[in-house]
């Protein structure tokens, strides 16, 4: 019988799969907490690797397929529609009311994943008739979670769920008024995806590219070290208009930056913050 080795994921391994990253791909992950990134490489050396560390770190390395494969694994992707409904109801209610006095708008969701979040929002947006002076543009580090994202076509099996999370965000219709279903998926309506552009952005290393009236980065800072969440909170501080809106996940906050001085608390339970 075939005995495997198991590869033991320590400090050292992980600081040489992060040099190689940015080295061979030029994505920097040194600011990432290390625990859960830990994890994530040991799972993969768990599934993928018959053969020893070296071999792992030559392929990510140097093989471009097996390395997208090892940067899904790595980001987590998780996402869903009207993620946390009392955070979007909260949106309705504090933050659409005071966009509407502009008369256009910019909407930047930040590492967006495979985009729900971003149909989330522009169906609220649609409802509080915004959507027509609105452009989204959603951005993620990760290539393939965009192409996901641009098509706007979810499992359908999901939607039972996503059906009830629309209405307890504040939603009055039936969430199906906003995609066609087509052989198990839900495609939503193009006059929702017409306002919105996805393109690779990469919180760690990449700028500001516009001014924004409202961004949403939510889910994501968990992932980094202090010091790497107070950089992305700086740039999304650059990034607002004055009296723009900045939104954070649930477990997130803004303390670790000292750039929190330039903000004011809109929802604190929500994490919705207003640039002063
Ligand atoms: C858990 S998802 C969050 C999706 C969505 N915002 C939500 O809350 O449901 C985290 C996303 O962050 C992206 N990400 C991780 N590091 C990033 C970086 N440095 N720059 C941009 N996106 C990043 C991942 O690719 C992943 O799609």
Request: glycine letters at 6%; one cysteine or more; a neutral charge.
């Amino acid at each position: 019988m075939e005995n495997h080795k198991r590869i033991e994921i320590g400090e050292g391994e992980v600081e040489k799969i992060i040099e190689a990253l940015n080295r061979y791909h030029g994505i920097d992950f040194s600011g990432y907490s290390r625990a859960s990134f830990t994890r994530r490489i040991q799972r993969i050396a768990d599934k993928d690797a018959n053969g020893t560390f070296d071999t792992l770190l030559h392929r990510v390395s140097e093989n471009k397929d097996y390395f997208y494969k090892f940067l899904k694994e790595i980001t987590v992707n998780v996402t869903e529609m009207f993620r946390d409904p009392s955070f979007f109801n909260s949106v309705r209610k504090n933050v659409l009311p005071e966009l509407s006095r502009q008369q256009s708008l910019q909407i930047w969701h930040a590492a967006c994943s495979t985009g729900e979040e971003v149909y989330s929002l522009a169906v609220l947006l649609h409802e509080a008739s915004l959507l027509e002076r609105s452009t989204i543009r959603g951005t993620d580090l990760n290539p393939e979670v965009l192409l996901t994202a641009k098509q706007g076509v979810y499992p359908h099996r999901n939607f039972q769920e996503y059906g009830q999370n629309y209405e307890r965000s504040g939603g009055k219709v039936s969430l199906s008024e906003y995609y066609e279903a087509s052989y198990g998926n839900s495609i939503f309506k193009s006059f929702l995806k017409d306002k919105m552009t996805f393109s690779e952005h990469n919180l760690v290393t990449d700028g500001s590219f516009n001014k924004f009236n409202l961004i949403m980065c939510r889910n994501v800072l968990i992932y980094f070290q202090k010091p790497l969440q107070a950089h992305v909170v700086h740039l999304f501080k650059n990034s607002l208009v004055t009296g723009g809106f900045l939104c954070l996940g649930s477990k997130e906050s803004l303390l670790f930056s000292d750039d929190r001085l330039a903000f004011e608390v809109v929802d604190a339970k929500e994490k919705i913050y207003r640039k002063i």
